[in-house]
């Protein structure tokens, strides 16, 4: 059974950082495409970032320079290192291995003074 468990979200002030990481178990980790997405409220869920089992990445523009995906496959974890957060970053960061529904429970990032 496939797991993805999400950690490392909280409260931020504007202009600050978070690290949020995706443990994955049950699965070969080093091979499927590995995705971060938020939902903030009265929104639709959207693509952030994704990274594949080689370490090419892809952004949406409201990332591209700000935020960093990477994956350590020995450890089956997947990160996204958020600097320069803003207060529209507040949502609920979900991890995915992409192409399925198999979805993290989501851990909640807000940014506040």
């Known amino acids: 059974q496939v797991q993805l468990v999400e950690f490392g979200g909280g409260l931020v002030q504007p202009g600050g950082s978070l690290r949020l990481s995706c443990a994955a178990s049950?699965?070969?980790?080093?091979?499927?495409?590995m995705g971060w997405y938020r939902q903030a409220p009265g929104k639709e869920r959207e693509l952030v970032a994704r990274?594949?089992?080689?370490?090419?990445?892809d952004y949406a523009d409201s990332a591209k320079g700000r935020f960093t995906i990477s994956r350590d496959n020995a450890k089956n974890t997947v990160y996204l290192q958020m600097n320069s957060l803003k207060p529209e970053d507040k949502a609920v960061y979900y991890c995915?291995?992409?192409?399925?529904?198999?979805w993290g429970q989501g851990t909640q990032v807000t940014v506040s003074s």
């Open positions: 990274i594949n089992g080689g370490g090419t990445t």
């Open positions: 995915n291995l992409v192409g399925t529904l198999i």
């Open positions: 049950g699965i070969i980790f080093s091979r499927p495409v």
